[in-house]
């Protein structure tokens, strides 16, 4: 390969990158408030991973689980064991068993449902 077509070939990507760095930059630029999901996520408005989010806003679900399940209040039982499985049939999770004896509500590990053993005097 020759000089010239090396520096005819630098000149094109030197060119072809004058033009895409404005743009980034132009992009970055927007001040758009970031909002925060369910796992803290939240970035400044001038990183570039913000560029995605010109076009369209960020869709963020406002209704998370962890909120939804503490809403319901933890259900009173009279035995020591209790087994939750989340629902009835294939909408549900393995059945797990939890044990009620220390004092508190005590949660299930897969859908957070919360138990807790009724006083029996």
């Not at 760095?21 to 999901?37: F, L």
């Not at 949660?107 to 005097?121: E, I, M, P």
Request: aromatic share 10%.
């Amino acid at each position: 390969m020759s000089y010239s077509v090396r520096c005819v070939q630098s000149k094109i990507l030197f060119n072809s990158y004058k033009f895409v760095t404005p743009c980034i930059s132009r992009c970055v630029s927007n001040k758009v408030e970031d909002i925060c999901t369910h796992t803290g996520q939240k970035w400044d408005s001038n990183d570039y991973r913000m560029v995605r989010f010109t076009n369209a806003p960020k869709q963020v679900n406002q209704n998370w689980a962890i909120n939804l399940i503490a809403e319901i209040p933890p259900k009173e039982v009279t035995g020591r064991i209790v087994w939750c499985d989340g629902g009835s049939g294939p909408e549900g999770h393995p059945r797990v068993y939890i044990n009620l004896d220390k004092p508190g509500d005590h949660s299930c590990g897969y859908c957070g449902l919360r138990f807790v053993k009724k006083d029996s005097h």
